[in-house]
């Protein structure tokens, strides 16, 4: 059994019985057309596999064993895998990791900022060691801030508990560093978690978006490795002279991987071996077709030769992070998962195994059981032990939230009375309420280009967990909030006194507790409505999850209060109740 990425002794010799004969394999794939990741060519071979591990690649067929499947005629690559995951956008890890299996992506890092809001330290890792049961390859990167402006920020973000999440074999790299302004401002405790994580041999990932040569260069000497936040060509060329690995990114605010990839091209790239690609936890409904494999056939039909394209969604994953002998290619002693395809220009494939089990067998999905009992971590419906009313709905600050798109957002000067009890559909201006989740304190303020006639809105899938509040009227706003408490959690819609869109959010009050294909159901029913009500953008979800995300320009709503991001200064401080 493989544990923290490595076999015990005993199973080590059980493997080379299997070469010498001595034991069956559990299963071969003969005659597999595959590609080889260390000649970068396709070769024909017969492939062992035993329980989880690939034992042997070559001419050799055993004398028996368990079962045998013959793949002439097809192509067969190593299990997909996505660098840069977020697992808690609405969906959980579990339900991400089963959808993307089966489409070929076996191999997930995945963001742990989820974790320190939900768990404490001994918790999370007792969670993490439940994921390496699933058949999925679940892996994590380390936050170094909570990419916002919290009140306690010390009980999540300290030096203790950064080293021991630093230190855990799941954990292959720290950031993403959105907090990077801090770094080169002379925090030299955050410079001290970044050396760490270098010691340890561990990538760290920046967040560098617009960066100029100089910035980039000083994150580079202070131990950047990475970064995924090109947002041209020239962008992805620069990264790549100054020594970054580059992320190129396809995701549901920012699907910029064909342009990035036809503007790299067109400047005469020929070398892509330290490029990679992520869907960067888009929103479930960009998720219906997979993950990774529509990467690499956006890859393909730009013109990026078939191998090249397979690579920078495996090979070059794993060797980034250190991870080359256990996944990214098909070879002795790596784990099996590997996708069989029809064609090795369609990356859809038609089955796919991780770490030796069936995902999907001949375009038919196999059950999966459930891995993580939620309830033994107490991640369960919320409940409110305090209540809000009218007197939570004052509003008199004269400065507002103007969105300039999904995510990027400008202060205004507020014209409209905001001291009424519904506002007109003829102004943009809509209520903005940021409420504790414990009810102890709130931010009062409005915000424009969220809905022109939304009654009400109330969500707890939020950045830190507290309680988003967006509207025209404060009695559909109140009803939604009731409407909230009784699911537990998650985003209602009311209009004109009556619930018209919901989204239960049973785990902790940010993740779905079903199906993938459920949950991608009801949010585009809740995008629907949205959009009908007058959301002017793309990606409502990301609009309400970046509202305190203080990487972002230009202002935020935050647990201080409202916050001038350049200045790093609270305008106007939140109200205790």
């Not at 962008?235 to 064909?258: A, E, F, H, M, T």
């Not at 195994?353 to 309830?375: C, D």
């Not at 309400?544 to 647990?559: D, K, V």
Request: aromatic content about 10%; proline content about 5%.
């Amino acid at each position: 059994m493989l544990e923290n990425g490595h076999w015990r002794n005993f199973e080590l010799r059980k493997h080379v019985k299997v070469v010498e004969g001595k034991i069956a394999p559990t299963l071969v794939l003969k005659n597999a057309t595959y590609l080889n990741m260390y000649l970068n060519q396709w070769l024909t071979a017969n492939i062992w596999i035993y329980n989880e591990r690939i034992i042997y690649v070559g001419d050799k067929l055993p004398e028996q064993a368990k079962e045998v499947v013959d793949c002439k005629g097809k192509y067969v690559v190593p299990g997909y895998m996505e660098p840069h995951a977020h697992p808690f956008q609405l969906y959980n890890p579990e339900v991400l990791a089963k959808h993307a299996a089966k489409f070929g992506t076996t191999t997930l890092v995945n963001d742990n900022l989820s974790w320190l809001f939900l768990l404490e330290k001994k918790k999370a890792f007792s969670i993490l060691r439940d994921f390496d049961k699933l058949p999925v390859s679940m892996y994590w990167w380390s936050r170094f801030d909570p990419q916002t402006a919290m009140l306690e920020e010390d009980q999540l973000f300290n030096t203790e508990d950064m080293l021991d999440w630093l230190n855990h074999p799941s954990v292959l790299q720290g950031g993403e560093l959105t907090g990077w302004p801090s770094l080169l401002n002379g925090d030299d405790r955050l410079l001290y978690w970044i050396q760490e994580m270098k010691r340890k041999g561990k990538r760290v990932e920046g967040h560098l978006p617009g960066a100029s040569e100089n910035t980039l260069t000083k994150m580079k000497l202070l131990g950047i490795s990475a970064d995924h936040e090109s947002i041209s060509g020239e962008d992805v060329i620069n990264r790549l002279k100054l020594g970054y690995q580059v992320g190129l990114r396809y995701s549901s605010i920012r699907p910029d991987l064909p342009q990035l990839l036809e503007e790299i091209i067109n400047a005469g790239l020929t070398s892509f071996e330290q490029l990679t690609m992520t869907t960067d936890g888009a929103t479930p409904g960009f998720y219906e077709n997979g993950l990774m494999n529509v990467c690499i056939e956006i890859a393909i039909q730009q013109g990026v030769p078939i191998e090249d394209a397979y690579r920078m969604a495996s090979f070059n994953v794993a060797k980034h992070f250190h991870l080359e002998e256990q996944l990214g290619c098909i070879a002795p002693g790596r784990i099996a998962n590997i996708n069989i395809l029809q064609a090795k220009d369609i990356p859809h494939p038609e089955s796919v195994l991780a770490k030796g089990k069936w995902i999907v067998r001949e375009n038919v999905e196999q059950e999966l059981p459930s891995y993580i009992n939620w309830e033994k971590y107490k991640i369960k419906p919320l409940q409110f032990e305090w209540d809000m009313d009218l007197r939570d709905l004052q509003f008199s600050i004269p400065i507002g939230l103007d969105m300039i798109n999904d995510v990027i957002i400008k202060p205004y000067p507020i014209q409209t009375d905001i001291t009424v009890n519904e506002l007109p559909e003829y102004r943009d201006d809509a209520f903005l309420l940021l409420l504790d989740k414990k009810g102890q304190w709130r931010v009062n303020t409005t915000i424009r280009g969220f809905t022109k006639s939304l009654g009400g809105l109330v969500s707890s899938f939020s950045q830190t967990g507290d309680l988003i509040f967006i509207g025209k009227n404060k009695q559909d706003m109140l009803l939604a909030w009731k409407r909230l408490k009784e699911l537990g959690g998650g985003i209602v819609l009311v209009q004109e006194g009556k619930v018209v869109a919901e989204l239960p959010l049973l785990l902790g009050g940010r993740m779905f507790a079903g199906s993938m294909d459920d949950l991608i159901e009801k949010e585009k029913e809740l995008k629907a409505k949205l959009l009908e009500f007058g959301y002017q953008f793309h990606d409502p979800i990301y609009s309400i999850l970046f509202l305190s995300s203080t990487h972002l320009p230009y202002i935020r709503i935050t647990q201080e209060g409202i916050m001038d991001i350049k200045k790093r200064e609270v305008l106007f401080p939140a109200t205790m109740r």
